[in-house]
T-cell receptor, first 114, second 110 residues
Framework: DAGVTQSPTHLIKTRGQQVTLRCSPKSGHDTVSWYQQALGQGPQFIFQ???????QRGNFPDRFSGHQFPNYSSELNVNALLLGDSALYLC?????????????FGPGTRLTVL | GDSVTQMEGPVTLSEEAFLTINCTYTATGYPSLFWYVQYPGEGLQLLLKATKADDKGSNKGFEATYRKETTSFHLEKGSVQVSDSAVYFC?????????FGKGTTLSVSS
């Protein structure tokens, strides 16, 4: 059973560019969440998608947007990249995103903004 | 708002030593509590969880008990191994989002 997969593994962009990161959830999961992990910090919640709709959003600007497809896979888009967007971006999937549900994480995409 | 505070690291131990990593939380409502582990260059792996007060989560020799009265979820292991060297994150989930602490780096030497 494949776990959560993310692509690409690493990405280098320059300031002002746009980037798209991709995530496939664990089999049987229909909820996808995205987190940003800066170096030496804990992950911070960006947003969660359920049934192709954004269900909850963290404290991130509108430059961060997402999408969920009918097969439950998801994309994270970041526009007008800033140096501070350099981080590990983690995708997590879960059954229903409720309080007791467990989120399973992918290996992450390391984004470097120059 | 919801938050998690965990002890600052790094924690350096010898093999077979006892481990405690402290974690306290603030949350509206009744959160579920988690410990995740991150090995170098990897994503997060669930270590254990507890969903209500007095529940004990356990896995691979690690244990943590959900203490509502002290709003704590301290991680313990009786005898650490070199392979336990990693970063440990405490997290709470009162709604749909996980709120993480800053992480505690554990280094175990033989």
């Amino acid at each position: 059973d494949a776990g959560v997969t993310q692509s690409p593994t690493h990405l280098i962009k320059t300031r002002g560019q746009q980037v798209t990161l991709r995530c496939s959830p664990k089999s049987g999961h229909d909820t996808v969440s995205w987190y940003q992990q800066a170096l030496g910090q804990g992950p911070q919640f960006i947003f969660q998608y359920y049934e192709e709709e954004e269900r909850q959003r963290g404290n991130f600007p509108d430059r961060f947007s997402g999408h969920q497809f009918p097969n439950y896979s998801s994309e994270l888009n970041v526009n007008a990249l800033l140096l501070g967007d350099s981080a590990l971006y983690l995708c997590a999937s879960s059954l229903d995103g409720t309080r007791t549900d467990t989120q399973y994480f992918g290996p992450g995409t390391r984004l470097t903004v120059l | 708002g919801d938050s998690v505070t965990q002890m600052e690291g790094p924690v350096t131990l010898s093999e077979e030593a006892f481990l405690t990593i402290n974690c306290t939380y603030t949350a509206t409502g009744y959160p579920s509590l988690f410990w995740y582990v991150q090995y170098p260059g990897e994503g997060l792996q669930l270590l254990l969880k507890a969903t209500k007060a007095d529940d004990k989560g356990s896995n691979k020799g690690f244990e943590a008990t959900y203490r509502k009265e002290t709003t704590s979820f301290h991680l313990e292991k009786g005898s650490v191994q070199v392979s336990d060297s990693a970063v440990y994150f405490c997290a709470n989930q009162a709604g749909t989002a996980l709120i993480f602490g800053k992480g505690t780096t554990l280094s175990v030497s033989s």
